[in-house]
């Protein structure tokens, strides 16, 4: 497995950015995603990538949000904009054991590897 440490997250006015971003230990130069969770709500896709081609986004961050990675610096960043209180959640770096099919990628139990999270919080 691969170990991963969030970091980043923090209180954001509606309307503001934030990056946050994830060291991976081994580094994988495979798939990598982000996900969130709020409270009492279920664990749900964010972002996804493959080491090359298009990344796969879900629809409620299309166009605000883009991952990207730095492999000299074994590290994941997600850049998210025009934040909305909405956005407000724990959000995740994960990695999976194996190949997932880009239908599957923002699907959490694909992946076995989790970070601890780091707490992005919107306000008004």
């Known amino acids: 497995q691969v170990q991963l440490v969030e970091s980043g997250g923090e209180s954001v006015q509606a309307g503001g950015s934030l990056r946050i971003s994830c060291v991976a230990s081994?580094?994988?130069?495979?798939?990598m995603g982000w996900f969130r969770q709020a409270p009492g709500q279920e664990r749900e896709g964010v972002a996804a990538?493959?080491?090359?081609?298009?990344?796969e986004y879900a629809e409620s961050v299309k166009g605000r949000f883009a991952i990207s990675r730095d492999s000299a610096k074994k590290t994941l960043f997600l850049q998210m904009n025009n934040l909305k209180p909405e956005d407000t959640a724990m959000y995740y770096c994960?990695?999976?054991?194996?190949?997932?099919?880009?239908?599957?990628?923002?699907?959490?139990?694909?992946?076995?590897?989790w970070g601890q999270g780091t707490q992005v919080t919107v306000s008004s």
């Open positions: 994960a990695a999976p054991g194996g190949w997932v099919p880009r239908s599957r990628l923002l699907y959490a139990n694909e992946y076995n590897s």
């Open positions: 081994p580094w994988t130069n495979r798939i």
């Open positions: 990538m493959y080491r090359d081609g298009e990344p």
